[in-house]
T-cell receptor
Framework: EAQVTQNPRYLITVTGKKLTVTCSQN?????MSWYRQDPGLGLRQIYY???????DKGDVPEGYKVSRKEKRNFPLILESPSPNQTSLYFC???????????????FGPGTRLTVL | TQLLEQSPQFLSIQEGENLTVYCNSS?????LQWYRQEPGEGPVLLVT?????EVKKLKRLTFQFGDARKDSSLHITAAQPGDTGLYLC???????????FGSGTRLLVRP
């Protein structure tokens, strides 16, 4: 089954304790992205990756890191989480992000993170 | 900064009623997508519109892209409880690899 998987689905942690949220897709997609969703703010892009070893900042990259060493995986790293990073996080992938900008983005099920 | 404003933010209607959700911007987009998100899940694409004035129909859902490609609407005819969810519009431009999302419209259809 074609899908985007995220782990963990739920995480409660404390300020400053490094964490990684994994994201994996089995559709051989080139483009992957991380979003955070907060009430009243919709989805905001954190980082995106056009392909292996190619990443770029989205609208809200502060406090986050990503890596794209393999095509299928795009982990999100919080080196020192803070309470304002409490949010619902989504990973997404799409076949490409060409100039037509019409690709379907396939979203993972989400990771609900609480930072105390 | 490109922004997409959705209205209304919340909508609670009775089964069988019609409704329209709006997505507006001062910016021009090369394409606009509509997603629906159900609790505990990620958004799922409903439709993509790319041409100014374009109208697409998906069963009881009608999507329209404004002539100037700055706005879009989603009209649902005879809403059903299964239509309940968060509806998100998202715009893309040819000059950026980013997708800009609206803040969403939360729809509740009561039986």
């Amino acid at each position: 089954e074609a899908q985007v998987t995220q782990n963990p689905r739920y995480l409660i942690t404390v300020t400053g304790k490094k964490l990684t949220v994994t994201c994996s897709q089995n559709m051989n997609h080139e483009y992957m992205s991380w979003y955070r969703q907060d009430p009243g703010l919709g989805l905001r892009q954190i980082y995106y990756s056009m392909n292996v070893e190619v990443t770029d900042k989205g609208d809200v990259p502060e406090g986050y890191k990503v890596s794209r060493k393999e095509k299928r995986n795009f982990p999100l790293i919080l080196e020192s989480p803070s309470p304002n990073q409490t949010s619902l996080y989504f990973c997404a992938s799409s076949p490409s992000r060409g100039r037509t900008s019409t690709d379907t983005q396939y979203f993972g099920p989400g990771t609900r993170l609480t930072v105390l | 900064t490109q922004l997409l404003e959705q209205s209304p933010q919340f909508l609670s209607i009775q089964e069988g009623e019609n409704l329209t959700v709006y997505c507006n911007s001062s910016s021009v987009f090369s394409s606009l997508q509509w997603y629906r998100q159900e609790p505990g899940e990620g958004p799922v694409l409903l439709v993509t519109v790319v041409t100014g004035g374009e109208v697409k129909k998906l069963k009881r859902l009608t999507f329209q892209f404004g002539d100037a490609r700055k706005d879009s609407s989603l009209h649902i005819t005879a809403a059903q409880p299964g239509d309940t969810g968060l509806y998100l519009c998202a715009g893309a431009t040819d000059s950026s690899y980013k997708l800009i999302f609206g803040s969403g419209t939360r729809l509740l259809v009561r039986p």
